[in-house]
């Protein structure tokens, strides 16, 4: 079992800027990849970006070039820095975690709304 804790959501006006954070316990040793995706209200919950055990990333092209994904092995934590926000960036972001036994498991979620 993996247990995620998100945090750092907020409210922040339009070009703003946001880290959220993901504290991951329990069987770290299994995850193969971590993720954050986004859920915005009346739609469903999209991948934001993607980190692997090695260090690739991948990100949706909505967000390229604003957001970076990173992890700290060594505080097991995922982190998510969101510059230059925009109000369509705005919905709950999950922290996920994808297992080698072909598990996933998700946090609780974290809201972020970017005002206009």
């Known amino acids: 079992q993996v247990q995620l804790v998100e945090s750092g959501g907020g409210l922040v006006q339009a070009g703003g800027s946001l880290r959220l954070s993901c504290a991951a316990s329990g069987s770290i040793f299994s995850i193969n990849a971590m993720g954050w995706y986004r859920q915005a209200p009346g739609k469903q919950r999209d991948l934001v970006a993607r980190i692997t055990k090695s260090g690739s990333t991948n990100y949706a092209d909505s967000v390229k070039g604003r957001f970076t994904i990173s992890r700290d092995n060594l505080k097991n934590t995922l982190y998510l820095q969101m510059n230059s926000l925009k109000p369509e960036d705005t919905g709950v972001y999950y922290c996920?975690?994808?297992?080698?036994?072909?598990?996933?498991?998700w946090g609780q979620g974290t809201q972020v709304t970017v005002s206009s």
């Open positions: 996920a975690a994808f297992s080698s036994t072909g598990n996933n498991y």
